[in-house]
């Protein structure tokens, strides 16, 4: 089997599917730098990729790619374009509404960037406040127990933006694009650097990432993380919700 996506099939195509089924995978990332060895759209690129092995294996089909999100504190650096967390719920929630309408009840929503939770959470609530028979899945796939359990048996540690998970994942998703001879992190940042503004950003973190040493990254690293992901999230969209 392949990938199925949406933007592929005819309506009669669609209508058909949602004779038989009212799932749907939702992929959400962002356009904003990721250090100096990952590519811009590595927020859209990660989750994407997971999506598509779960297409593969379920036969869910895959929304267009929303491919940019809130990205504030990455202005300073170019490549990023950010929308505001207002435009994001209001977007966010129009998707929801408009897939609704056409039949979709079970939305697995995969984001692939932080910057977006406020926007989903808030977007979740709201629709299934109303329509009681919508299921929503949010899934943030770096949040995932699972992931940080096996980041801290693999290599002892958990690291953050464009670091050893992200650069390895796009190892496995995409190795033409990481140019690991310049995979460098800034090491000891802590999470709350996002709330300063977009200059102090490029100037407290010049390299735009951070982590320890993302060049530790390997293809074997990514695929695992891959597998171990694309397996969790089967399980439960394949299982009762
Ligand atoms: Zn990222």
Request: aromatic share 8%; no cysteine.
């Amino acid at each position: 089997m392949r990938p199925i996506y949406l933007a592929d099939l005819s309506w009669p195509d669609v209508e058909e599917y949602l004779t038989r089924d009212d799932r749907l995978l939702l992929v959400t990332g962002a356009t904003e730098q990721h250090g100096r060895h990952l590519p811009v759209g590595t927020d859209n690129i990660i989750p994407f990729t997971l999506a598509e092995r779960l297409s593969t294996r379920t036969g869910i089909p895959i929304a267009p790619v929303m491919n940019y999100g809130a990205s504030e504190a990455h202005m300073a650096f170019p490549g990023t374009f950010s929308l505001s967390t207002e435009t994001l719920q209001a977007v966010y929630l129009d998707l929801i509404q408009s897939s609704y309408r056409q039949g979709w009840r079970r939305l697995f929503i995969m984001n692939g960037h932080g910057g977006n939770i406020a926007a989903w959470s808030w977007a979740a609530t709201v629709a299934t406040k109303v329509k009681k028979d919508l299921k929503l899945y949010l899934s943030h796939w770096w949040t995932e127990a699972r992931v940080r359990d096996f980041m801290r048996e693999a290599v002892g540690r958990n690291e953050g933006h464009a670091g050893l998970e992200e650069t390895a994942m796009m190892m496995a998703a995409r190795p033409y694009l990481v140019r690991l001879n310049e995979a460098q992190g800034h090491a000891d940042i802590s999470e709350d650097i996002w709330t300063h503004s977009a200059e102090e950003v490029r100037q407290l973190i010049p390299l735009g990432a951070i982590g320890e040493n993302p060049a530790q990254a390997t293809t074997d690293l990514g695929e695992q993380l891959v597998e171990h992901l694309v397996r969790e999230y089967e399980a439960l969209i394949q299982g009762p919700w």
